[in-house]
């Protein structure tokens, strides 16, 4: 099948990919492995920032300003500066394509703060704003006639002879057939890996970062894969996230004596780095927003005592939540240059699967629905005009075939795979060694080496989940490798990235 612009991932990034590249005036075709809806992106619960100064003084230069502090030096600013200008336009877009914001009393979009920030910032639709985000998107994406198919598995990127990328292999999941679709740019948008940590993540079981293992196992360059971000409030026993909204509106983090022991809102690594050391003393932490009553939790925090009571069965407008430190969201990835194009030609990529480097070191809260709704607009744009450039479609020169070898199935990855995420949890986490670092990374290649060892146990062809979760847990391996070896070689703390003595 050939398209203009193929774009793998149909959440918040590839959507507004979708529709920028088809108001571009090309074909569009998204394939995505689960439903549009159920991208991770519709989990985003606090916000999304632009410096509209609705609720009190602000300004796009705080905005740039608090997120290159944030980012520890490793952000690019010109890349900073370009999507905080542009937040305000683009919230002013969600809003006019339907996006439900919470208003204020006199109508305007309604702001919160989140951590790192200096002024109340997020816009937001109560605690539920990934969602709305995600379903006006999709709604858009239809309403332009974007051709979305669902539960296509990217498989491997298809190179012409000249190494330029031309399409990808993908698997059906439905027939469990193997399809090649061509096109003149193909945008990745598959989203992060914070998945490889397994049970200690708040994200999505898809969330594996398949499309950063695909790229780079096709030459593509990726870029501070070490920063992983842990969110300070993960339900204790479940992981689920108690968002940052809950802090930001004014919620208190105590000890188990109940006493308040750092700064609520301070950047995300510096408040799980406070915790992970109370956990280590012996102490458990708590969440308290039961002096915010139960009105104003209702109004604006209802998912996370919808949450708490389901997860963790506590009310937060009467007990305190349990909470420990999980993996969260994942700084690294593709690098990108200033066109959203990859070190590949012909390959784009938008979204948490990117690194546009706006975040370095560690994201501020609120950030990430701005980057991918801004950038995925842009590489959508960008892709449309390289398509629009080039006659023809190229073809494939060769592709590689993981499947085609033969599994021996005595070693069972799901077992593996649970320790992986136990393994990078405690040696590849809030605090790493070189010695645990080196340990991991042991495991992770010993896992590679078994592979073929492996397999998927169930031979069906149609919908076979048992071979998609393998396949995931090849590609959680690669993305796990190429953190830990990002962690080995940065040598001093910075960020996400904090070393401590042997
Ligand atoms: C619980 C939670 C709360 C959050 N809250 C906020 C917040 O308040 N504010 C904020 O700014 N950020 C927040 N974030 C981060 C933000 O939601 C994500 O960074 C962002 O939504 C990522 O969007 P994306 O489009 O890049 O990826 P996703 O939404 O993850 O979409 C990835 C898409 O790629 C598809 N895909 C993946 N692999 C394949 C494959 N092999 N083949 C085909 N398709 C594939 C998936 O099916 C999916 O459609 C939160 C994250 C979590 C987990």
Redesign the pocket.
Known sequence: MKTDVLI???????LSAAIAAKEAGVDVLV????Y?TR???C???????AALGNVSEDSVEEHIQNTLKSAHGLANEEAVRYMCSEAPATIAWLDSIGVCFSRTTDAKIAQRRLGGASAPR?CYAQDY??LKI?HTLYEEALKHDVEIKNE???LELLKDSNDVVCGAL?LDIRSGQKESYFAKSVVL????Y?RIYDKNS???V???G??IA?AARAGAKLLDMEFVQFHPTGLKNSSI?I???ARGEGGYLLNSKGERFTNELAPRDEVSRAIDAAIKKGEDVFLDIRHLGEEFIDEGLPQERKLAKLYANVDPVYDLIPIKPVA??TMGGIEMDNNSQSSLEGLYA????SNHRVHGANRL??????E?VVF?REAGVNAAQRAQKMDAHASASSQDDFLAQEFTKELDFYALREELGNVLYEKVGIVRRESELEEALAFVKECQQNLPKMGAKDNALRYNTNLIEFLEFRNMLDVSEAVITGALKRKESVGAHFLAEE
Not at 31 to 34: F, N
Not at 365 to 370: T, V, Y
């Open positions: 793998i991932g149909a959440g918040g990034a590839g394939l995505t492995k689960e549009p991208s991770q992106t989990m985003a619960q606090g916000g999304i920032n997020a704003t990934g995600l296509k598995v990217l993908m948008a598959s989203g992060g914070s708040t994200n999505s898809k969330s594996t398949d499309g695909v996230l968002s940052e909204s969260h969201y938008c979204g948490e699967c809260g609120g950030n990430s629905l701005l991918i995925g």
